[in-house]
Antibody, heavy 115, light 107 residues
Framework: EVQLVESGGGLVQPGGSLRLSCAASGFTFSNNWMSWVRQAPGKGLEWVANIKRDGGEKYYVDSVKGRFTISRDNAKNSLDLQMNSLRVEDTAVYYC????????WGQGTLVTVSS | DIQMTQSPSAMSASVGDRVTITCRASQGISNSLAWFQQRPGKVPKRLIYASSSLQNGVPPRFSGSASGTEFTLTISSLQPEDFATYYCLQHKSYPFTFGPGTKVDIK
């Protein structure tokens, strides 16, 4: 059974940083692209970033370019999202998901950016 | 960026109704289109991939079709558990983009 468990969310002030992690199990992690998707409170879904199987390619939505960095550790079956220079508008539930087509999702972790 | 529009944005329907939701892409995306269901307070769940392939475990009352840049999700006979918000996603080119969602509630 595919399992994705996010962690690392919390309350942070504007301009601050957070690092989200996603622990994966139940599938061959190294064979899959991985993605981050977010959902602001009461809003729709927004794709944030994804990363190739070997970490060699990374793509981001424009609003996070230069501030967020996606990475992975295939030996540990883990996916990370380093978020710097956080803004109020980054407040959302962040989900990790498998592959480009987002086949499976984790339960999400809430990031709140507020002073 | 490829823009995804959905119609309607919301609808009311009854159990047993046939429901159709449309998603339009601003440019060609081949069949790189998926549909997701999100029940209130729950995690999104993929229903359809490659525009018309049913995800394992999803009831066959759900189906997807495509015509050019127009994609359709059909629920043949709405069930109580289908009241939810539905999103389309294009993953043909970056940045991937979701439609704004269609909320289906009880009439």
């Amino acid at each position: 059974e595919v399992q994705l468990v996010e962690s690392g969310g919390g309350l942070v002030q504007p301009g601050g940083s957070l690092r989200l992690s996603c622990a994966a199990s139940g599938f061959t992690f190294s064979n899959n692209w991985m993605s981050w998707v977010r959902q602001a409170p009461g809003k729709g879904l927004e794709w944030v970033a994804n990363i190739k199987r070997d970490g060699g390619e990374k793509y981001y939505v424009d609003s996070v370019k230069g501030r967020f960095t996606i990475s992975r550790d295939n030996a540990k079956n883990s996916l990370d999202l380093q978020m710097n220079s956080l803004r109020v508008e980054d407040t959302a539930v962040y989900y990790c998901a498998t592959d480009g087509g987002l086949s499976y999702w984790g339960q999400g972790t809430l990031v709140t950016v507020s002073s | 960026d490829i823009q995804m529009t959905q119609s309607p944005s919301a609808m009311s329907a009854s159990v047993g109704d046939r429901v159709t939701i449309t998603c339009r892409a601003s440019q060609g995306i081949s069949n790189s289109l998926a549909w997701f269901q999100q029940r209130p307070g729950k995690v999104p769940k993929r229903l359809i991939y490659a525009s018309s392939s049913l995800q394992n475990g999803v009831p066959p009352r759900f189906s997807g079709s495509a015509s050019g840049t127009e994609f359709t999700l059909t629920i043949s006979s709405l069930q109580p558990e289908d009241f939810a918000t539905y999103y389309c996603l294009q993953h043909k080119s970056y940045p991937f983009t979701f439609g704004p969602g269609t909320k289906v509630d009880i009439k």
